[in-house]
């Protein structure tokens, strides 16, 4: 019987996966046009700024049922404005699927939004384990001054739906209100 070495490695104290199958992805700043409240601000900021990237690991091919796919997200920590940097957020494509987030390192709010756009934040630290039902859509915002990164696995069906957010953004942003993160509505 062979014996085998893991193909994919998580460092478990950075929760940066390592390995050739691993696909990495950059989110810039001049990517994120029209994400945040004040659009003025953003446009007026370094735009090769890195707001967040994603390394995914996908061992089955996207949109097949059955699998799962596991994922690192590190999110810089700054603001536009008021407003923590923070992903796009999504709801997943085929509706019901859910996911689980977990923190490795820093602080910061995953923002969930149901499907009547009713809105909370769960606070994330290094530890804290989240259960995004299906039908919710998600986004992390940063809210410390070091990097923000969590763990993520989702089915490999789940897909993202960026444009209903696009068009209709979240009920409510993140934003630091005299001092302290305050979820405000829209
Ligand atoms: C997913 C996960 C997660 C997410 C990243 C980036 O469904 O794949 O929720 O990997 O994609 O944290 O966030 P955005 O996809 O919203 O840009
Ligand atoms: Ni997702």
Known sequence: MALFNPKVFLTLTEG??????????YKYLNALAGVFKNETARAEMDQDAL????????PVEEGKSGGLFFGNSTIYPGKVDQEYFMTRGHFHSN??????????????????????????????????VHYIPGKVAHRVANTGSEPLVFNACWPSDAGHDYESIA????????????????????
């Open 16 to 25: 940066k996966l390592e390995g050739t199958e691993i696909k990495q992805s």
């Open 51 to 58: 707001i967040y990237e994603v390394q995914a690991y996908m």
């Open 95 to 128: 509706f019901d699927t859910a996911e689980y987030y977990w923190g490795v390192k820093g602080e910061g709010y995953l923002i969930l939004m149901d499907e009547n756009r009713k809105i909370w934040a769960e606070k994330m630290t290094p530890g804290s």
């Open 167 to 186: 068009e209709h953004g979240f009920s409510a942003r993140l934003l630091e209100v005299d001092g302290e993160p305050k979820l405000v509505e829209e």
